[in-house]
């Protein structure tokens, strides 16, 4: 049971490039998120979703774009790379009774 | 606004020792409240969670504490060991639109030295 899988773990890139993260989870859970982890701060909600077709703005949305084409997989993209954007992303899933988050990994992109 | 506090920022003790984090926060309307442990490089892992109810819950030698009045929670950490080393993130959960809002603390970051 691998749990939750995010992919790359690390990545750089150029300021105005765009890419997509990864998250995949086997646990066939219905809530899924992306946070970004920032030095001396408190991980923050990118964006999540509460079922398959559907996704939502979380807590510090702009520069970034969400699918949830399937249940099992939370894709996040980023349109144009900015300095700013430069982070730790997690990925979380929960079941939808929310009694805990699982986490993946971590990719750490840096903006350059 | 819904804020989670921690403190101390850091923490360096030896291992053997005891240590105790602390977690302030005015979340509403107030789910249940979680203690992670995020080792280096790694994504955080639950440790306890606890309801409006709960007044101590234990993970081993991880003992967790709420007061749901003063809106405090601690973790305490008996006979470190070095494993022990990471960072702890209080993680309170608030009810919105349907689904466990989570409000993250900054976390308390721990060094156990030999």
């Known amino acids: 049971n691998a749990g939750v899988t995010q992919t790359p773990k690390f990545r750089v890139l150029k300021t105005g490039q765009s890419m997509t993260l990864l998250c995949a989870q086997d646990?066939?859970?219905?809530?899924m998120y992306w946070y970004r982890q920032d030095p001396g701060m408190g991980l923050r909600l990118i964006h999540y979703?509460?079922?398959?077709?559907?996704?939502a703005k979380g807590e510090v949305p702009d520069g970034y774009n969400v699918s949830r084409l399937k249940k099992q997989n939370f894709l996040l993209g980023l349109e144009s790379a900015a300095p700013s954007q430069t982070s730790v992303y997690f990925c979380?899933?929960?079941?939808?009774?929310?009694?805990?988050?699982?986490f993946g990994q971590g990719t750490r992109l840096t903006v350059v | 606004k819904n804020q989670v506090e921690q403190s101390p920022q850091s923490l360096i003790i030896l291992e053997g020792k005891n240590c105790t984090l602390q977690?302030?926060?005015?979340?509403?309307?107030?789910?249940?409240l979680r203690w992670y442990k995020q080792d280096t490089g790694r994504g955080p892992v639950s440790l306890t969670i606890m309801t409006f109810s709960e007044n101590t819950k234990s993970n081993g030698r991880y003992t967790a504490t709420l007061d749901a009045d003063t809106k405090q929670s601690s973790l305490h950490i008996t006979a470190s060991q070095l494993s022990d080393s990471a960072s702890y993130i209080c993680?309170?959960?608030?009810?919105?639109?349907?689904?466990?809002?989570?409000?993250f603390g900054a976390g308390t970051r721990l060094a156990v030295h030999p």
């Open positions: 979703s509460v079922g398959e077709g559907t996704t």
């Open positions: 993680v309170v959960s608030a009810l919105a639109g349907g689904y466990n809002k989570l409000i």
């Open positions: 977690c302030n926060y005015t979340v509403s309307p107030f789910s249940n």
């Open positions: 646990m066939n859970h219905e809530y």
């Open positions: 979380a899933s929960s079941s939808i009774l929310n009694t805990e988050a699982f």
